[in-house]
């Protein structure tokens, strides 16, 4: 390890940080392995969505505190006053997410969407609901509906200490931005653990071809969740030793592995450029848990597996009277049905790949992925060429 990575270290042991201050990561396609048929975009993250802006608040504290707050904005202007079309699906509902009623009933988001940790969601209300209160021209506003996900990160974070702040909300709100998207233990995903590996936060894109419209569709996941991890359909859980059940099948486990077998969750944001319906976003939330299946999740006892799709096209603006909107026909979404399975499997994979080991509570480890063994499994299983 560089001198500069050992400081960079022990800094983040002790200090806040956005974004800005994470090192640089690892993702899957640098290791020669393009999953799916469609390509991605150019960045390869939800931010290819024209308009759709990312934010971090990483809390790093002493040995316990480990975790933090992912924000999507769907547009950089006043989304309270130009509402995107969105819906939302629950794959498996043990979990404590916020706001998911109003936007199935309306089928609008009217505020950042935020993601921390399960005993932090109210501090995550309070703080956007106040956020959006003093903005400019809301002075009238007496209802705001806060939409805010949430994984278990109390393996690694001491989750009962209730450590984000409103202001670490507010934080991560306003550092939203375009551009490359900070993946790995950052964010929401500092103290994340999926599939037997530390987890953490990713993102992913497709962009469907011309004849298909030319539309983009992206995947941010907050990952961390069980299953028998599987890259590209190369079994690497099992191959690797680390995977649910493994104690039962094979008799004593990897202690190095996080907790009971079904520990976890998984929340999943979804955006697109193509003009579509809340009900047709629902059809695209659903497929997003396609997505998650073919990493490896079975969607567990345990798992609160949630997902938020919105679109950037059709905004609603307050209009009082009836308006026309042009909306894709059913029998043209199956490119992007398949778009939002591919985008939501490489964020898990961008997730995992970008993780770094973190020790936190009670000395709690969870390890990175090995990017070496990896290359060799999926050498081995002729997903990369023998030269990578």
């Known amino acids: 390890m560089s001198i500069r990575c050992v400081v960079l270290s022990l800094l983040l042991c002790i200090v806040p940080m956005t974004a800005a201050a994470q090192s640089e990561s690892t993702r899957l396609r640098a290791l020669g392995v393009e999953p799916g048929l469609f390509e991605p975009g150019p960045l390869n993250a939800i931010t290819d969505v024209a308009g759709v802006q990312v934010g971090h608040r990483t809390l790093r504290e002493g040995d316990a505190v480990r975790t933090g707050v992912t924000t999507i904005r769907p547009h950089g202007g006043d989304l309270f006053r130009e509402k995107v079309p969105a819906a939302v699906h629950v794959g498996n509902g043990f979990g404590k997410a916020a706001g998911f009623l109003q936007v199935r009933e309306l089928g609008t988001i009217e505020t950042p969407v935020v993601l921390t940790n399960t005993l932090d969601v109210g501090t995550a209300v309070d703080a956007t609901v106040a956020w959006t209160l003093d903005r400019p021209g809301h002075e009238d506003v007496g209802s705001v509906n806060a939409v805010v996900g949430e994984t278990n990160d109390g393996y690694l974070n001491d989750i009962r200490g209730q450590h984000v702040t409103g202001e670490d909300v507010i934080g991560a709100i306003e550092s939203a931005s375009g551009g490359p998207v900070a993946e790995g233990s950052v964010g929401a995903g500092t103290g994340t653990s999926a599939l037997g590996w530390k987890g953490g936060i990713g993102t992913s894109s497709r962009l469907l071809p011309d004849e298909?419209?030319?539309?983009?569709?992206?995947?941010?996941?907050?990952?961390?969740?069980?299953?028998?991890?599987?890259?590209?359909?190369?079994?690497?859980?099992?191959?690797?030793?680390?995977?649910?059940?493994?104690s039962v099948v094979e008799g004593e486990g990897d202690s190095e592995t996080q907790g009971p077998d079904d520990a976890g969750s998984c929340m999943i944001v979804l955006a697109t450029d193509a003009p579509v319906s809340p009900r047709t976003l629902e059809r695209m939330a659903k497929r997003a848990m396609l997505g998650l299946a073919r990493t490896g999740s079975y969607a567990s006892n345990g798992s609160g597996d949630f997902v938020v799709a919105f679109s950037t096209q059709?905004?609603?603006?307050?209009?009082?009277?009836?308006?026309?909107?042009?909306?894709?026909?059913?029998?043209?979404?199956?490119?992007l049905f398949l778009a939002t399975v591919e985008a939501t499997e490489e964020a898990v994979y961008n997730a995992l790949t970008a993780a770094t080991t973190v020790t936190g509570r009670d000395g709690h480890t969870q390890v990175a992925l090995p990017l070496d063994r990896l290359r060799s499994l999926l050498r081995d299983a002729g997903r990369l060429d023998a030269n990578e």
């Open 212 to 246: 298909y419209g030319g539309y983009t569709v992206g995947a941010l996941v907050q990952a961390n969740y069980g299953g028998v991890l599987r890259i590209d359909g190369v079994p690497v859980g099992e191959r690797l030793g680390r995977y649910d059940f493994r």
């Open 314 to 335: 059709n905004r609603r603006a307050g209009e009082d009277v009836p308006r026309p909107d042009s909306l894709l026909p059913n029998d043209q979404m199956s490119p």
